[in-house]
Nanobody, 125 residues
Framework: QVQLVESGGGVVQAGDSLRLSCAAS????????MAWFRQAPGNEIESVAA????????YFADSVKGRFTISRDNDKKTMVLQMNSAKPEDTAIYYC??????????????????WGQGTPVTVSE
């Protein structure tokens, strides 16, 4: 069974850093493009960052450019979102997603067909 599990969420103060991890599991499963999305209460889900299969290309939403970085380790089937200079508006449930068909980094949720359960992030003033 293919599964994505996020970890690392929590409560931080504005200006702090937080590291979210996503681990993929499943026999004979190779996650291609991977991405982070988030959904704040009452809001639509939005893209945060994405990374191509080989990690050469990345995508960042304008709201997180210069503050967040994304990386992956294909041997371990893991992905990390490093959140720096956190802002209260970063508060949301963060979801990890991957595609079984797309290798390029994409900010569109339609590109991804496997999703994790989410990890909550709260950034206080």
């Amino acid at each position: 069974q293919v599964q994505l599990v996020e970890s690392g969420g929590g409560v931080v103060q504005a200006g702090d850093s937080l590291r979210l991890s996503c681990a993929a599991s499943g026999r004979s499963f190779t996650p291609l493009a991977m991405a982070w999305f988030r959904q704040a209460p009452g809001n639509e889900i939005e893209s945060v960052a994405a990374i191509s299969f080989m990690g050469a290309n990345t995508y960042f939403a304008d709201s997180v450019k210069g503050r967040f970085t994304i990386s992956r380790d294909n041997d371990k089937k893991t992905m990390v979102l490093q959140m720096n200079s956190a802002k209260p508006e970063d508060t949301a449930i963060y979801y990890c997603a991957t595609s079984q068909t797309t290798i390029n980094a994409s900010g569109s949720s339609r590109s991804y067909d496997i999703w994790g359960q989410g990890t909550p992030v709260t950034v206080s003033e």
